[in-house]
């Protein structure tokens, strides 16, 4: 596998796996990586929306705002994330940034045309990502965040702004079923991953114990530590 | 170590101290009734809701009717 290829074989019992797994950093990274592109582009399909859609009242003050808010909240995570020494980050730093996207995304829709918005989506791509990413609570977490903000909408919206599907109920619940389905699915994925990283990692403490002891027992003469082909040749010696 | 060692169920110290879990016709009782009662209540939010405050019963309800929904399903196969 490319993993094991790349991984690490102490000489003593400590073994770490370092390419394939990827750390809280790692993702919280990615996010931030994913989160400029987004940014362009809910930026450009709002300017497309506002200059389409008459009933879209939206300034340009609150666009900027609104834009420079989640471009400084990114660039502030950025700065945070990139700096050198940075391994590990705080276990709330994904709720506080999950929060922050949240918000933006709620401001949206409340300057889009409420339970009309056309960036109702945005929630649900925003629930995929982080569910996939970090799972069932994570998504009861987004599922959550997204009814009080989402109520918090509609109590604000005019009277007579019904949805399309009939009732905002339906919507609310529809997102609940999403987050919990996609949670538990999620939750089965990792578990499976969890299963694959310890084979993984005790894979690669069979080959370091068989590195440390085979040249006694082989009498294969000038083998290396460091070459992995040369392990696997061991490998194939040994009797199953 | 293999893979089945390091898994904390497969240890057989780890589970001889648990207890053995006991689960009486009271839990069926009112896991059910909590399963009815919170299903009834997310119809009923859904169908009839006219404030959006009310929406904020969401998370109570589901909450509800996951944890009868697991209490029950305990139950009945524990009961098997």
């Known amino acids: ?240 | 170590m293999t893979p089945e060692e390091r898994k904390p169920e497969a240890s057989p110290e780890r589970g001889s101290r648990l207890r053995p879990l006991r689960i009486g016709p009271g839990v069926i009782r009112w896991a059910g009734l909590g399963v009815v009662l919170s299903a009834l209540g997310l119809l009923l939010l859904t169908l009839l809701a006219r404030s959006p405050w009310l929406f904020l019963l969401y998370p109570l309800l589901i909450g509800t009717l996951l944890l009868s929904l697991g209490a029950l399903a305990l139950a009945l196969l524990n009961r098997i």
């Not at chain 1, 499976?192 to 403490?205: G, K």
């Open chain 1, 1 to 240: 596998m490319a993993e094991m290829r790349d991984a690490e074989l102490p000489s003593g019992s400590d073994i770490t796996i370092r390419a394939g797994w990827e750390s809280e950093r790692d993702t919280e990274r990615s996010k931030v990586t994913v989160r400029w592109f987004a940014i362009a582009l809910l930026f450009a399909a709002i300017l497309w929306v506002r200059h389409e859609d008459p009933d879209v009242h939206l300034s340009n003050r609150v666009l900027l705002a609104l834009v420079g808010g989640a471009l400084a909240m990114t660039a502030l995570e950025a700065f945070y994330l990139w700096r050198p020494g940075r391994t590990t980050i705080p276990p709330f730093l994904k709720y506080l940034t999950v929060f922050g996207d949240m918000t933006f995304i709620t401001v949206l829709l409340f300057y889009t045309g409420y339970a009309r918005s056309p960036f109702f989506f945005v929630y649900f791509v925003f629930l995929i990502s982080n569910c996939l990413r970090y799972g069932l609570l994570m998504s009861l977490y987004v599922a959550a965040l997204f009814n009080g903000m989402y109520v918090l909408v509609l109590a604000r919206a005019p009277a007579g702004e019904a949805s399309v599907l009939g009732g905002e109920g339906v919507k609310i619940v529809a997102f609940w079923a999403v987050a919990l389905y996609g949670g538990a699915i999620s939750a089965r994925l990792r578990r499976q991953a969890n299963q694959l990283r310890v084979y993984e990692e005790t894979i690669a403490e069979l080959r370091a114990r068989l590195i440390s002891h085979s040249p006694a027992e082989t009498g294969v003469e000038g083998r290396s530590e460091s070459n992995p082909s040369e392990v696997q040749a061991v490998a194939s010696e040994e009797p199953e």
